[in-house]
Structures are given as C-alpha cells and as structure tokens.
C-alpha cells in the first residue's frame, strides 16, 4: 500500500510539474515569437463532445461550444501529463523517481507526441500528424519540441521531488 501511495503522489507532482514547464515553454514561444499555442479550449469542446458519441470533426473551432470547456481542457491537459508521468512511473519504477536520470524522463516525453499525432489531431480535424494544417512539418516540430521539453520537465519534476525528500 505504502508503494501504491508513493507511486500515486509522484505520478501527480512529477506529472503537474512536467507540464507546467511545458506551459512555461509555450508561454516563452508566444511573448518571444509569437508563436501561438494550442487553445486548451479546443481540446475541451472536443472532449465534451464524447458523451454524445462525438470523437470525430472536421474542424474542432466550428463545432458547437460546450459548457466550461476551458476548463475542462486545462483539467485534462494536467490529467494527462500526470498520466504520463505515471507511464514512466510504471515502467521505470519508483526507484528511477528516487534517483532520476535524464534519459528515461526524455525517451517518454518524445514518445508521448503519439497521442497528438494520432489521436488528438485527428479527431479535432487537423489529420493525422497535422496533415491537413496549412503548414504540417511546422505543426509537427513544434509538437515534438512542446512534448521533448515536457520530457525535460518529466526530468526537473522528479529531480526536484527527489532532493525535496
């Protein structure tokens, strides 16, 4: 029970943390560049259009809104990197939280750019790998760079969790 309780609580602090420095890098990018960063809105009238039996548009902006869907964006932003941290978690163990190391941390967070590629955008219209974005390649080295620095935030998370106990 004691692991269950650890592993759940690293899961959380490392996953909160990880993408709190990837929202801290896509602030970076737009007051630097200008570069705009996904509408957590979109993401939650895409998932509040599951209950319906709605996985699937044609593009995500001219659907219907959904009540509190930022909100519900934002929360399933942080749920899933929390889930991905747990990923890590579960198949390098609690000890990798106990004395991280960088590669595992960068290895999943590049990884989990499958979800996007072949899911989220997809189903809010974009294609597959943002194919059907006016400028794909763009679209797609900006979600390999947002999910290597969550990665890198996967790493800082659980180095900062590991000194603090």
């Excluded at 001219?62 to 198949?91: K, N, S």
């Amino acid at each position: 029970m004691v692991g269950f309780l650890e592993f759940g609580v690293r899961a959380v602090a490392i996953g909160v943390g990880a993408t709190f420095v990837m929202d801290l890098w896509a602030i970076f990018l737009k007051r630097c560049f200008g570069t705009p960063s996904l509408d957590y809105a979109m993401v939650g009238r895409w998932l509040g259009h599951f209950p319906q039996g709605r996985f699937r548009h044609s593009s995500i902006a001219q659907a219907d809104p959904v009540p509190g869907e930022r909100i519900l964006g934002w929360c399933a932003h942080y749920a899933i990197g929390i889930t991905f941290a747990a990923l890590l978690l579960a198949i390098w163990g609690l000890d990798w939280a106990r004395h991280p190391t960088f590669f595992p941390a960068v290895f999943i967070g590049v990884v989990t750019v499958v979800a996007p590629f072949f899911i989220m955008q997809p189903g809010m219209g974009a294609g597959v790998a943002a194919s059907k974005t006016p400028h794909p390649n763009i679209a797609r080295i900006r979600s390999l760079a947002a999910h290597t620095v969550y990665g890198l935030g996967l790493y800082l998370s659980a180095l900062f969790w590991a000194l603090l106990t």
